[in-house]
């Protein structure tokens, strides 16, 4: 059984539409919503539900924003595209060469890049070291840690130029990932992400990420989740803030970034990106998680 943690906060903020923000469908999926109901149940997150759920199920349609319109409110989590850090005042910042699927922050202006079986910190010097899994970064961007080949845990400081090994310490996924330390939770690592059950960052909604839609439920009332479903495969995921979840999906060789909210409205946030083809080098990758306040 794995272990997840809760972050609880300051309630979520109303939904923001920009512009040209599309209305997305508002529908609720019952196989979806099944499945969120027995993850969350399994993991403690919410209370068995009732046998009556408060909106019929109806088939997901796809988002009304893929038609090229463009929000306009940008990404409030910094992005990768094509070989460029994307930060969300819009500076672009070019990063080295690599199939990169995934990536941190630190506090002290480092980068932490990861691709298969590595990783490599980008600062004033690059270093690089081995990988076994994902890594685990902190909201508040003080440290990353990872699983090496060897199967030990380090973690990186801000400040420090080099990882230090963990003694006893363990890496926990999928939903809210954290640390233990023999067997004790560490304050400060939990994190909600793009795994399984993503947690929205004052833990009121988690999602149920599939691969063309997501469903997004408060966590008091799994039976009312709002699903959509997008024209093309959902690749990577992750909280915006307490109400939208940022999501990347690929239909043949273009990679949309996009908005959806707790509500079911979704927007287009950038032009798309081709060169999605090759999986192996996504040309679009959202942080492994957003810092938080």
Known sequence: MTEEFLVLGRPPRPPRRGRWAGRGPRIAVAAALAGLVGWAVWHGVADKPGATPRHPATPPVPGSTETGFIAHD???VPYLRSGTLISPDGRAVGIPDGSWTDFTELADGR????????L?????????????????????GAAVAWTGTDGRVRRLDTGSAEPVV??????????????????????GWQTCDRDGGLLSPDGTYFASVGSVSVTLAPRADITAGVSTAFLGVVLDAVWEDDGHLLVVVVAADEARLMRVGVIGDTEDLIAPVRGANDRTRPVLVLPATAMQP
């Open 74 to 76: 940008p990404p409030a």
């Open 166 to 187: 963990v003694p006893g310490g363990r890496q926990l996924s999928p939903a809210c990932r954290g640390i233990r330390i023999d067997g004790r939770p560490e304050p």
């Open 111 to 118: 980068l932490v890049l990861v691709q298969q079986k590595s």
């Open 120 to 140: 490599t910190v980008v600062g004033r010097q690059r270093r690089s070291y081995g990988l076994d899994g994902a890594i685990t970064s902190r909201p508040d």
